[in-house]
């Protein structure tokens, strides 16, 4: 399989605890997205990395957030302090660089409960 | 700023029947690109279409087909004949190339399409 991966599909924490989650992109891309999306909305923009450089955030991403692409390969999102709030699926996007805005890949995301 | 507007929340079809699901953008971009993306049960989001602001030509690939018109900021898609495989969640994205470089999407909040057999 050749596409976007990501794990794990599903993770149950109670809150307080941390949460790390991973994103394999597809091999050749080198821009990384990570979206949340809450149920009943499209997903929402968090942070987005070139290579291994993390070039932009959105304000969604509170402090308790932190992204990471060592290697420009694989990317891991990493939530301390889980509220409830942070209940939501978690999807990865990778894509092919240049202003052509080639079409995103998506995983098949990570879905997080926080009880 | 933009944004992406899906009013319809949930069109139920029979089968066959072709099913149209609408968006309106805003956006204060001259260049921009759209996209339609499908999001089954199994919730990995589907590339579906991209369209670029420059091209207003409406094709169809398949059984899909859009609609984009600049005058009114619409890109609207349709399922002909439509099958109960095509029952899924449909996002309308909007990206900048120049907004920062970094070719976010910008989506809207979906439109559940059931088509019944």
């Known amino acids: 399989d050749t596409g976007v991966s990501q794990n794990p599909r599903h993770k149950i924490t109670k809150r307080g605890q941390n949460v790390t989650f991973r994103c394999d992109p597809i091999s050749e891309h080198n821009r990384l997205y990570w979206y949340r999306q809450t149920l009943g909305q499209g997903p929402e923009f968090l942070t987005y990395f070139q290579n291994e450089a993390q070039l932009e955030k959105s304000r969604l991403l509170s402090d308790r957030f932190s992204a990471e692409r060592p290697k420009g390969s694989f990317s891991t999102l990493e939530i301390q302090r889980t509220e409830q709030g942070d209940s939501a699926m978690y999807l990865c996007?990778?894509?092919?660089?240049?202003?052509?805005?080639?079409?995103?890949?998506f995983g098949q995301g990570t879905r997080l409960t926080v009880v | 700023a933009q944004k992406v507007t899906q009013a319809q929340t949930e069109i139920s079809v029979v089968e066959k029947e072709d099913a149209t699901l609408d968006c309106v953008y805003e956006t204060r971009d001259t260049t921009y690109y759209l996209f339609w993306y499908k999001q089954p049960p199994s919730g990995e989001l589907v590339f579906l279409i991209r369209?670029?602001?420059?091209?207003?030509q409406n094709e169809i690939s398949g059984r899909y087909s859009w609609n984009f018109q600049k005058s009114t900021s619409s890109f609207n898609f349709t399922i002909t004949a439509s099958q109960v495989v095509d029952s899924a969640v449909y996002f309308c994205?909007?990206?900048?190339?120049?907004?920062?470089?970094?070719?976010?999407?910008?989506f809207g909040t979906g439109t559940l399409l059931a088509v019944q057999p």
């Open positions: 369209r670029n602001s420059f091209d207003e």
């Open positions: 996007a990778s894509s092919v660089g240049g202003l052509g805005n080639t079409e995103a890949f």
């Open positions: 994205a909007l990206s900048d190339p120049y907004g920062g470089a970094t070719n976010k999407l910008i």
